[in-house]
């Protein structure tokens, strides 16, 4: 079982040794790592430093999510329909 607080997405890059992260449950919170478990490690141990810095700057805090859920997708990629006219 992951102990994550919140929900979680993982976002793989043309590079295959990097990975975007970020939660959709806490706004700003974004972070890198260099694999899938990486990212999971960063996420776990950052949420705790970005929780206590938002209580430290007065910054409200979201509630833990009851029910939270990993995503591991690709980044967005930019779309080469759209040709100029």
């Known amino acids: 079982m992951l102990d994550l607080k919140y929900s979680l997405v993982i976002e793989a890059t043309e590079d295959p040794n990097f990975f975007g992260f970020y939660s959709p449950d806490l706004e700003g919170f974004t972070g890198v790592g260099h694999s899938v478990e990486d990212c999971l490690y960063q996420a776990r141990w ?21 029910n939270p859920v990993v995503t591991i997708q690709n980044s967005p990629r930019e779309s080469s329909s759209a040709l100029p006219v």
């Open 46 to 66: 950052g949420t705790e430093e970005y929780l206590n810095l938002c209580k430290e700057e007065n910054i409200p805090v979201p509630p833990p999510n009851p």
